[in-house]
């Protein structure tokens, strides 16, 4: 008698073993993986964790989202591209990888097409986007949405920059771009193309009278040792954009789907707030080594540099879109 109740239970344990097993299996969370190029101590790394954390929570912990900093996937070329043939989930790219597939996207990178900060969180995060966005699916990825970069502003040594005038005649660094070099010949100056690397002994020595970058970037540099007064002509936001794989987007259910778009979203929000604080921070840092803060009447600077976004915009779908933006001004 003990024997056969001892079997019993022992067939009952089995099977109920057997529908553990298969509960956790089936409750088992499906990993996102997420390539990012910079360190997890970067605004948009921490907006994507938290992006991460809420939809774990509102999908009843179905979806987990693991982020992989530092380029541990790859560049972000090969990030999009592993995106875009459904070997990893997600990626953060900078928007001229986009541009690659639609032209379009070139827009919302365009020297002076954004007033400022507040101008391009509201582009962003009004749904003009939201076409342009999910039109890349044909390529095999998704635009969620665009985070800020941070806004490109000139840094000077000797005199800060006012106006076009103040510009004329000084050396300033640019990216190894034919756009970065017209642009800051529309803005009064010359650009040279130059390694980052290289620009604090340029500056040092007078080859160059200054460069131009993000806040965050001057003072991780201390570029402000050699180029102490920085104008905020904030020429340049180019954005970089959330991207999904289509094929991993086709698995979810709609009901999924549809928090997972609504989440990313909303987390451009997050990230600006999490920008601006963190160029607060290398703010103070340089300005308690001496550095200047100027801020500078961006219109003049605008004003001369609408015959080159003229010139970029060079399709229909461009112009209406250029149109959109500036009306959100």
């Known amino acids: 008698m003990f024997k056969k109740s001892a ?18 299996i089936a409750s088992a969370a499906t990993e996102i993986k997420a390539a ?13 964790k938290e992006f991460g954390e809420k939809l774990n929570k509102e999908t009843d912990g179905r979806y987990k989202l693991n982020i992989f900093p530092n380029e541990l996937l790859g560049d972000q070329r090969a990030a999009l591209e592993l995106v875009q043939n459904g070997a990893i989930q997600m990626a953060v790219v900078a928007n001229p990888l986009v541009e690659n597939y639609d032209k379009t996207f070139a827009v919302i990178g365009m020297p002076y097409v954004y007033t400022g900060s507040a101008h391009q969180e509201k582009v962003f995060t009004s749904g003009v986007l939201d076409n342009l966005f999910a039109s890349t699916q044909k390529f095999g990825f998704e635009v969620l949405t665009a985070y800020t970069a941070g806004a490109r502003s000139m840094y000077t040594k000797g005199n800060s920059v006012a106006n076009v005038a103040d510009m004329k005649g000084k050396k300033i660094r640019v990216m190894q771009s ?6 800051l010949s529309c803005m009064g100056g010359t650009g040279v193309p130059m390694s980052q690397g290289e620009v604090y002994t340029a500056v040092q020595q007078g080859v160059l009278d200054g460069a131009e970058n993000n806040e ?3 003072a991780d540099l201390k570029q402000y040792e050699v180029a102490p007064y920085f104008s905020a002509t904030r020429h340049l936001m180019v954005p970089d954009l959330v991207v999904a794989s289509s094929y991993f987007l086709s698995t979810m259910s709609k009901e999924d789907q549809a928090t997972f778009k609504k989440l990313a979203k909303e987390s451009t929000v997050s990230e600006f707030a999490l920008w601006n604080a963190q160029i607060e921070t290398a703010k103070k840092t340089a300005m308690d080594k001496g550095a200047t803060f100027v801020e500078v009447d961006i219109k003049p600077f605008q004003e001369s540099c609408s015959a080159l976004q003229k010139d970029l915009i060079k399709t229909p779908a461009q112009k209406d879109l250029f149109e959109k933006v500036a009306a959100l001004q």
């Not at 034919?178 to 642009?183: A, E, L, N, R, S």
Request: glycine share 2%; proline share 2%.
């Open 178 to 183: 034919d756009t970065m070099i017209k642009m």
């Open 36 to 48: 990012f190029n910079q360190s997890d101590k970067h605004p948009q790394y921490l907006a994507l």
């Open 216 to 218: 965050i970037t001057y």
């Open 7 to 24: 079997l019993k239970l022992a067939a009952i344990a089995t099977v109920v073993g057997s529908a553990l097993s298969y509960s956790s």
